[in-house]
């Protein structure tokens, strides 16, 4: 997919150097001039260099300046489609009103993510996932819920996987890893203490780890292994994750169906032994 130019600038613009900035800036205020612009132009209008310009589409895991121009075309056409911005929750927002916008909003995080996910990451995760004996997830809060759901999902083909609520069995169990382990650590933020602290641990148990974050530098992106990134844009005044976990969640379904996909048939075998287990257990209730 080559659109989310414009996303990852935005993503990562707390995060990008002072001399890369102003270009940054530039982008995000003129782009449907910058595709028309060369390298040095650009340079020359954002009052920066062309060396600075390179290194944030590096930055941005970008092949090139062009690869970040043909994005930016793809992010605009996209926008003349009709495709959906975010949209802001009001403190009067009739019932009707606030369906569509919550709605509206879930979707365009799984969009805005698609365009920043990485495939080759996402294989490589995979792969671990289907080799390890054992996977530990590690989350706090709204984040919790989405390791939770990952682990009822593993569980049921038979995927050993561990999603322990309170933090210090996190970190208990972090240290009991080994070289033949996954470790998840989910955070959007990627800055959850609890969260880095398991992954820190993991790591020295020798554990390979995968962190599903925001796009862009943070302290569990460059802690991981593998980084898995996820786009939401959500209102200052929302009182728990809302798009970011609808994201998060997206993710570990790509996840698992690869997985499964993977031994088809075993998966198939084991998701109808635990459905006829608990259909039998209800009616013996």
């Known amino acids: 997919m080559l659109n989310g130019g414009l996303l990852r600038i935005r993503e990562a613009l707390p ?56 994005r930016i075309a793809a992010d605009l056409q996209s926008s003349l489609s009709g495709d959906e911005e975010y949209k802001e929750i009001q403190p009067n927002d009739d019932i009707p009103t606030l369906i569509e916008s919550i709605s509206a909003n879930n979707i365009h995080s799984i969009r805005e993510t698609l365009k920043i996910i990485d495939p080759v990451a996402v294989e490589q995760a995979v792969q671990a996932l289907s080799r390890a004996k054992r996977i530990d997830l ?41 070289p033949d382990d996954v470790a998840v650590g989910i955070s959007y933020s990627g800055e959850t203490t609890q969260v ?50 609808i994201a998060q969640l997206n993710v570990i379904d790509i996840l698992f169906m690869s997985v499964a996909s993977q031994n088809y048939d075993e998966t198939i075998s084991y998701l109808r032994k635990t459905r006829k287990a608990i259909q039998e257990e209800f009616r013996r209730k």
Do not use: M
């Open 196 to 245: 880095l602290a398991a992954i820190k641990q993991a790591k020295e148990s020798g554990a390979l780890t995968i962190g599903i974050t925001k796009y862009g530098a943070n302290p569990l992106s460059g802690l991981v292994d593998i980084r898995l990134a996820t786009a939401s844009t959500e209102s200052d005044i929302r009182s728990a994750a809302t798009s970011s976990r």
């Open 15 to 70: 995060t990008i150097k002072p001399a890369e900035r102003n270009a940054a800036h530039y982008i995000l205020e003129h782009p449907e001039e910058v595709i028309r612009l060369s390298v040095k132009e650009l340079a020359e209008k954002s009052n920066s260099s062309q060396a600075a310009i390179i290194r944030l589409c590096k930055n941005l895991d970008l092949d090139g300046y062009q690869e970040l121009k043909i």
């Open 138 to 178: 590690y989350g706090v809060g709204a984040s919790q819920l989405i390791c939770q759901d990952a682990q009822q999902k593993f569980l049921r083909i038979n995927k050993l996987c561990n999603a322990f609520s309170d933090t210090h069995l996190q970190l208990t169990s972090a240290v009991t890893l080994t």
